[in-house]
């Protein structure tokens, strides 16, 4: 009798276990992607050779009308969230690996419209804009940008939707004006007020000794960048300031969200990082997070 009993134990302890494992691997199945993992698997998907056409001015006023509405009305409103998947994109709310939450809307790589990644924090007004415009080719950028938000929770993530070399070259959206890129950046800077900090990276070169490269524009930078040059150089940073050293031609003078701002008299750095930089994410973050604040 004992041992029958002892066997019915047994039994029921192994079907918890076996239960439990089930749910364990039903819930993971059913998690919606992080951040994070969003932006990974649409910077990993991008090609040189991929699909990609600039949207029509029909296309890029809605998608901006959409984005604009969504950061007034602080929700995930459901007419405009259609107007973004009727462009093409996938719209969702996801989590950062430091517990915010956004609205996210992610183009299809494989689709001409291959617009864009915007992230839009839920909880809170926007007051900085972390922009990628060349995810893949520019290597890690997107890392820093994340590292980026993860600091700053109260940033607007927009990454491009193409590898720049896509299209003949017509989709490196920072010098396109007429990409949805350009128009959700210049739209949400001078709509908002928000300072654009713009991410790039730079291989190895003879002619040049710095970690970042930054630029303010094409004319002389607003104070917010010079104070972030300052910032960089404490960090133990090598820093070649744009508007008063040659740096490689690195400036991004011709950058045209730059030019934007500066015709509008609002903060850009334009901010070009060697590869060691930007395989340390966590380094450079938290001085670049403090940008416009």
Same mark, same amino acid.
């Given at each position: 009798m004992r041992g029958a009993r002892g066997t019915v134990v047994v039994l029921v302890v192994i079907a918890l276990v076996a239960a439990g494992a089930l749910a364990g691997v039903l819930a993971t199945r059913g998690a919606s992607p992080t951040l994070e993992q969003q932006v990974r698997d649409l910077t990993d998907r991008l090609d040189p050779d991929g699909p990609y056409r600039a949207p029509t001015p029909a296309e890029r006023d809605a998608v901006v009308g959409a984005v604009t509405a969504l950061l007034a009305a602080g929700s995930d409103g459901q007419v405009?969230? @259609?107007?973004l998947e009727a462009a093409g994109f996938a719209v969702g709310t996801a989590r950062s690996a430091a517990g915010v939450d956004y609205l #996210? $809307?992610?183009?299809? =790589?494989a689709s001409q419209r291959s617009w864009g990644l915007i992230a839009l924090p839920l909880d809170r007004p926007p007051?900085? %804009?972390? *922009? #990628? =415009?060349? +995810?893949?080719a520019d290597l890690a950028t997107e890392e820093v940008g994340l590292a980026v938000l993860a600091a700053r929770p109260d940033a607007v993530y927009l990454q491009? @939707?193409?590898?720049?070399r896509a299209? @003949? *070259?017509? &989709?490196?959206? &920072?010098?396109? *004006?007429?990409? %949805?890129?350009? $128009? %959700?950046? #210049? *739209?949400?800077?001078t709509r908002l007020g928000l300072p654009q900090l713009q991410l790039h990276g730079f291989a190895e070169r003879a002619d040049l000794d710095a970690d970042v490269v930054l630029g303010g524009g094409p004319d002389d930078p607003a104070p917010p960048v010079v104070e972030l040059a300052d910032r960089l150089e404490a960090a133990g940073l090598?820093?070649?300031?744009a508007w008063a050293q040659r740096c490689s031609r690195l400036e991004g003078r011709t950058n045209v969200q730059g030019r934007a701002a500066a015709r509008d008299g609002l903060p850009f750095a334009h901010v070009e990082m060697s &590869? +060691?930089?930007?395989?340390? +994410?966590?380094? #450079?973050? +938290?001085? %670049?997070? &403090?940008? @416009?604040?």
């Open positions: 405009h969230r @259609g107007v #996210v $809307a992610r183009s299809d =790589p007051r900085l %804009l972390v *922009e #990628v =415009p060349h +995810p893949n491009a @939707g193409a590898h720049r299209s @003949g *070259e017509r &989709a490196d959206v &920072a010098h396109e *004006e007429d990409s %949805l890129f350009h $128009a %959700l950046a #210049v *739209e949400l800077s090598q820093v070649c300031r &590869a +060691p930089v930007r395989r340390r +994410p966590d380094r #450079v973050a +938290p001085v %670049l997070a &403090a940008f @416009g604040a």
